[in-house]
């Protein structure tokens, strides 16, 4: 499907069935339209709360068989389609609500910890939505898509350490840290040096422990591409590799994600479909 914005991770690719892309497309539309009004912009942070509140409201309409208003009928109409068609919970959409509310307000992480149940309801709902519209929820397998989304998510937070420092968001004077506070003071990493883009010893040695906490949690995940088959099976599998990738892109560059941004490119597309063809 075309999106609207760089995704690290292909979404609802050539190897998702034809009759569940709508339902992934519906899928990602709502996170993508909520996690932008979390994001994106120059509101303030009370507008940006009402209408996630808005949003959840409509969930609950939703359910209830009841329209959407009018500006967000090309998000909930398909949306709804797809929850009914395939019994979606609706659980993992207000936990996407939930995360991208935190967005809004909480701007650092004290530990590890409180990291983790960020990603549990900022990531990790989409992975269990995919495995329902595939019929897979056994207990197992939906916390092996946790711990790769999880992983996923915290990829995604490395790479962009640079880039969400920058991004000064509703008057706030600095932008958001995802690392760990209690993990920058284990290092003797200060806001200050996050200012100053300068991937120095200190620097490197938390990304790194950071980095290979990630892949524990990718290894943590795979289990569930031997439980799997067919498309699914293959998505997972360049996913997974995908993530892996860029943390070792993060590796190769001696942790500098200051200095370039580690993204997929087209070359690195043939090196994912080897990764999980071997797999």
Avoid at 10 to 20: E, I, K, N, Q, Y
Wanted: glycine share 6%; with cysteine.
């Amino acid at each position: 499907m075309p999106v609207d914005h760089y995704e690290n991770f292909p979404v609802a690719s050539l190897l998702v069935p034809r009759r569940l892309r709508q339902p992934i497309e519906a899928i990602y539309r709502f996170a993508r339209y909520a996690d932008d009004v979390a994001d994106e912009g120059d509101a303030p942070a009370a507008p940006r709360l009402a209408e996630l509140q808005r949003l959840d409201a409509t969930l609950t309409q939703m359910a209830q068989c009841g329209p959407p208003p009018d500006d967000l009928e090309p998000i909930f109409t398909p949306l709804a389609a797809a929850v009914a068609a395939h019994h979606l919970p609706l659980q993992p959409f207000r936990d996407l609500l939930s995360a991208f509310a935190q967005d809004v307000v909480t701007p650092r992480y004290a530990d590890y910890a409180s990291l983790l149940d960020y990603c549990r309801r900022s990531a990790n709902p989409v992975g269990r939505l995919v495995l329902h519209l595939f019929g897979r929820t056994e207990p197992a397998h939906l916390a092996q898509s946790d711990a790769i989304c999880t992983a996923l998510q915290l990829t995604n937070f490395w790479q962009d350490v640079g880039i969400d420092w920058q991004k000064n968001r509703y008057g706030e004077t600095t932008g958001r840290i995802y690392l760990p506070q209690e993990d920058m003071a284990r290092f003797s990493v200060t806001e200050a040096d996050l200012a100053r883009g300068v991937a120095d010893e200190r620097f490197r040695a938390l990304l790194a422990f950071e980095v290979e906490r990630t892949r524990a949690l990718f290894d943590a995940g795979r289990p569930l591409l031997g439980a799997l088959s067919g498309r699914l099976k293959w998505e997972i599998a360049l996913t997974l590799a995908g993530g892996e990738r860029i943390l070792d892109k993060i590796q190769a560059n001696s942790y500098d994600v200051f200095a370039r941004r580690p993204t997929l490119g087209a070359g690195d597309w043939f090196r994912l479909l080897a990764s999980a063809l071997l797999r």
